[in-house]
């Protein structure tokens, strides 16, 4: 595989994590099992320990 | 290069994100800045959400309300009793059952047939440990995680997992910095002590995760 596919691969690999996270977004899901903070660290590991959580209050 | 600026908008994508997470949605820095700077040309009206800063996160009810993830672990009596001493943390920290302990938990499991000295626990998904806790009226999930939905997962709950290689169920207290926070009934087994780094957690896996949903 080349650098530009190798690339190519990782970005489509991201905008699924992305796709997911708004996914989780959406439905609420900030924190914890499958939300934007779980995969907001499957996009960049080095975030564990850095985020600050303040997630909107949900209406239900 | 294409390429290049792709990666310049997945990286404000992410860090997108991470202001949405952290209520920083307008202003700069902020996801709304982002969003100008992925589109200079867009008009935005934003309406920001209400965060929890501002309203208070939910008070907490049922099992997580009388959470204390500095319960005691004492250390396992058998070589194969870890995951009754990993559930009767969990049951004794959440006060689901305060007076649990490793004989009462393995009775519990079903002694000989879902746990005993030969192999430990038989089902190593853990799905006799999800019983347990399903008597006491708390739905649980599970699930093969990798290191970072697992250590999201711990940041408001608590749980039990085993590593494949560990051969070895604990409890998860939480998060300590970067690193898992267990209760660890064999503290030094495979140089595991308090705390389960990345490295760990990839070296000893693949990891069953049990959690209590709340």
């Known amino acids: ?60 | 290069m294409e390429l290049d600026q792709l990666d310049q908008q997945q990286a404000l994508l992410t860090d997108s994100l991470r202001k949405m997470l952290e209520g920083q949605w307008t202003g700069f820095p902020s996801l709304e800045a982002n969003v100008l700077a992925l589109d200079p040309g867009v008009e935005l009206a934003p309406r920001p959400p209400v965060l929890e800063s501002e309203a208070g996160p939910p008070a907490p009810s049922g099992w997580w309300a009388d959470y204390n993830p500095n319960e005691g672990m004492p250390r396992q009596a058998y070589s194969w009793s870890c995951s009754a001493c990993a559930l009767a943390w969990v049951l004794r920290a959440t006060q689901l059952d305060p007076n649990a302990s490793e004989q009462s938990c393995i009775d519990a499991i079903g002694y000989p047939q879902n746990i005993n000295p030969t192999y430990g626990l038989m089902d190593g998904s853990g799905s006799q440990l999800r019983r347990v806790v399903g008597d006491y009226g708390v739905t649980t999930g599970q699930a093969w995680l990798n290191y970072d939905t697992c250590y999201a997962t711990f940041a408001d709950t608590t749980g039990m997992m085993s590593g494949g290689a560990w051969y070895h169920w604990v409890a998860v207290r939480g998060q300590d910095g970067g690193n898992l926070w267990i209760a660890n009934s064999a503290p030094g087994y495979q140089g595991v002590y308090d705390t389960l780094t990345r490295s760990q957690f990839n070296a000893l896996g693949p990891f069953s995760v049990v959690w209590l949903l709340h």
């Open chain 1, 1 to 60: 595989m080349s650098e530009q596919d190798a690339r190519v691969t990782q970005l489509q690999q991201q905008q699924a994590l992305m796709t997911a996270a708004l996914i989780a977004a959406l439905e609420g899901r900030w924190q914890g099992a499958g939300s934007v903070e779980a995969y907001l660290y499957a996009l960049d590991p080095t975030l564990q320990g850095q985020l600050i959580p303040d997630p909107p209050v949900l209406s239900s």
